[in-house]
């Protein structure tokens, strides 16, 4: 059972350009919640998807980021116009259910670099 | 503002000593705290948690001590080894909540 595949593992991208950053779930995994991390700080909440559902996104940035989790395919987090201080590693956590923070299972995270 | 603080930021341990990280919180709804293990490259893999209606939990060489007066949690990592050498992070969440709020993370180095 592979746990939560996040790809690419590195990504640059030049100011003003966009970022795709895609998770696969957890086999049976329903439900996908974006993590952002600075460096030397830990994970901060940005939104929280089902299946073709935005559940919360209290913590995305108004502008610029969105998130999806289409019927087939992977959750895809898109950043437009990439600036320097989007530079960070985000990762993609999956659960069998809605689980109060319990039983949430990470992936190997993407690291963004904005040059 | 962060909603749960940790400390300290780094610590050094020699093996076979007893490594102790401390978290605080103030939001009193929160009602489940785990303890993740991040090694570089790597993402957080949970460690233990533990619920208020207990004030104790042990798993192996890790142990969750949580104060529910003093709102705080700390985890033990007892008989420490140099593969123990990571980064810590404790957090916090809500019944119903979907997301886990984290502390800033503690480096933890064992020397041999």
């Known amino acids: 059972n592979a746990g939560v595949m996040q790809n690419p593992r590195h990504l640059v991208r030049r100011r003003g350009q966009e970022a795709r950053l895609r998770c696969s779930p957890m086999?049976?995994?329903?439900?996908v919640y974006w993590y952002r991390q600075l460096p030397e700080e830990g994970l901060k909440f940005m939104v929280y998807?089902?299946?073709?559902?935005?559940?919360?996104e209290s913590g995305m940035p108004k502008e610029r980021f969105s998130a999806e989790f289409p019927k087939e395919g992977p959750s895809i987090l898109r950043i437009q116009q990439v600036v320097r201080g989007d530079s960070a590693a985000y990762f993609c956590?999956?659960?069998?259910?809605?689980?109060?923070?319990?039983?949430?299972?990470f992936g190997q995270g993407t690291r963004l670099t904005v040059v | 503002q962060q909603q749960v603080k940790q400390s300290p930021q780094s610590l050094i341990v020699q093996k076979g000593g007893i490594s102790i990280i401390n978290c605080a919180y103030e939001?009193?709804?929160?009602?489940?705290f785990p303890w993740y293990q991040q090694f570089p490259g790597k993402g957080p893999a949970l460690l233990i948690a533990?619920?208020?209606?207990?004030s104790e939990k042990k798993e192996g060489r890790f142990t969750i001590s949580f104060n529910k007066s003093a709102k705080q949690f700390s985890l033990h990592i007892m008989d420490s080894q140099p593969g123990d050498s990571a980064t810590y992070f404790c957090a916090a969440s809500t019944a119903g909540a979907n997301n886990l709020f984290f502390g800033t993370g503690t480096r933890l180095t064992v020397i041999p």
């Open positions: 939001n009193t709804a929160f009602d489940y």
């Open positions: 533990i619920r208020p209606d207990v």
């Open positions: 998807l089902q299946k073709e559902n935005i559940i919360d």
């Open positions: 956590a999956s659960s069998p259910r809605g689980a109060e923070g319990t039983e949430a299972f």
């Open positions: 086999k049976g995994h329903s439900h």
